[in-house]
């Protein structure tokens, strides 16, 4: 039961932060979202609105990682589309308000631990990709920089995405991204 409240309290920090960075997050807006009584945030995470951050940022570091290890024995056009989809199932889902909660955390964390975290968080699902697309037949040369490419595509995409409340520039994103993979195997 506990746990389930620790777990409610972390991922409705995902959410907000998705949709309003670290600083347009409060406690209360995080209680009232989880339905976490207040004493859970002392209980949980007596260290604040810092020690929540982190929870956050470690769940992205861990649990958050699974979306892409379903991408495991895809194709390079089913690793970028699945990437891609991934973020516009998190579009669809919010109406448009959430983007990424580690770009959250990196654009608007109040410490340097947080864009830290954010920073890890970054490197290893770079690093899933990587493999993903070497496993794909992408050489090795090759597959970290696509990596980034299309890591780094998708987040300026949602930018645009949540701005114009539409798919647009993710679809191009994609489309080129697709033309771009056709060469590399």
Not at 14 to 36: F, K, M, N, P, Y
Not at 51 to 60: F, S, T
Not at 125 to 141: K, M, N
Not at 153 to 169: C, K, P
Request: charged fraction near 20%; include cysteine.
């Amino acid at each position: 039961m506990a746990g389930d409240v620790r777990r409610r309290m972390v991922l409705s920090a995902l959410t907000l932060i998705a949709e309003r960075g670290v600083q347009g997050t409060s406690i209360a807006d995080l209680l009232e979202r989880s339905g976490a009584p207040r004493g859970s945030v002392y209980h949980h995470f007596p260290g604040g609105k810092d020690e929540i951050v982190a929870a956050a940022m470690d769940y992205m570091a861990t649990d958050g990682r699974v979306p892409l290890h379903a991408l495991r024995g895809s194709d390079v056009p089913g690793i970028v589309t699945g990437f891609i989809n991934l973020w516009r199932g998190v579009l669809t889902r919010s109406e448009f308000a959430a983007g990424c909660a580690t770009a959250g955390v990196t654009v608007s964390g109040e410490s340097e631990s947080a864009r830290a975290a954010a920073r890890k968080v970054f490197e290893l699902w770079i690093a899933d990709l990587t493999e993903l697309l070497e496993a794909a037949g992408v050489d090795p040369s090759k597959a970290a920089d696509f990596a980034w490419m299309l890591f780094a595509s998708t987040e300026g995409a949602l930018v645009f995405a949540r701005a114009e409340h539409s798919m647009r520039a993710l679809d191009l994103v994609e489309q080129q991204l697709l033309s771009l993979g056709a060469t590399l195997v």
